[in-house]
């Protein structure tokens, strides 16, 4: 296992820093939570993603090698879980000329997965309100070569995009750390744009809360059901107690449709 990061450093940004949360405990603990995780998606991994996706290392990010396992990170685990969780409901792995816009896209990790495992994506348009991350996107996805189809767009640029570009819409732990004007805004722009669904992580074990400049929280369902959607899936990401028990992660995957 790799260090711990200066979180102001560009050069290790996916290490720990703002972008990926660690589990925090001792090397020992944190490597039997990740084999415990590893374990989980593997046993769950029939497209063989986790060999062919491979993990190296790259820019900080902290790496897990097990006897028989190929090299595993949080990276590829939350990715892998989170696109099995989009096939099971939306057949993404099948699908052709699909379109997808990730608000928050952070440094580009669920981009870059996304671009290298599912052959028919046209489009992976990444969105980020803070600069940094717009830059730091831009550059990852053209480091791993899959920019097209991952395409960055400045968020001022959002308004331009014209409707029905889209087939869904990808907020992974964002909206939770949006205040709520952030996010009526957003849901605006996907009502305009017309996207069908809305794959989003909270970070809420229940409920669906913003984050606002005074700390308070806000309940932001409400602005996502005014756009017109409705949650039509819910899963917990682990759906293993034994394994959500000892990991210690309660996060949900929640879909949403656009109703007609």
């Known amino acids: 296992m790799q260090k711990w990061i200066d979180v102001g450093s560009f050069r290790y940004f996916r290490g720990e820093s703002m972008y990926v949360w660690h589990y925090r405990e001792s090397p020992r603990t944190s490597r039997l ?27 900080g990010c902290w790496t897990f090698t097990y006897p028989g396992f ?21 057949d993404v792995f099948s699908r052709t000329g699909l379109r997808l816009i990730d608000i928050g896209a952070g440094y580009g990790r669920l981009a870059h997965r996304a671009s290298s495992a599912l052959s028919g994506l046209s489009d992976y348009c990444c969105v980020d309100a803070v600069p940094e991350s717009t830059f730091l996107c831009e550059y990852y996805t053209q480091f791993r070569g899959v920019a097209p189809p991952a395409r960055v767009v400045p968020l001022p640029e959002v308004p331009n995009l014209p409707p029905a570009s889209f087939d869904l819409a990808i907020n992974v732990h964002s909206f939770s750390e949006c205040t709520l004007a952030a996010t009526e805004w ?33 309940d932001y369902l409400p602005a996502i059901e005014s756009a017109g959607y409705r949650l039509v899936a819910e899963e917990r990401v682990f759906a293993d107690d034994a394994v959500r028990e000892l990991i210690e992660i309660n996060d949900r995957f929640c879909l949403f449709q656009l109703q007609q």
């Open 33 to 59: 939570k990740y084999f415990i995780f590893l374990n989980y998606i593997a046993r769950r991994d029939a497209r063989g993603l986790l060999r062919e996706l491979g993990e190296d290392g790259a820019f």
């Open 186 to 218: 957003w849901m605006r722009e996907l009502a305009r744009l017309h996207v069908p669904w809305l794959f989003l992580v909270p970070n809420e074990a229940a409920g669906f809360l913003s984050l606002e400049a005074d700390s308070s929280r806000i």
């Open 70 to 90: 190929p090299t595993c990170s949080r990276d590829l685990l939350d990715s892998l879980n989170e696109l099995y969780f989009l096939d099971r409901h939306l």
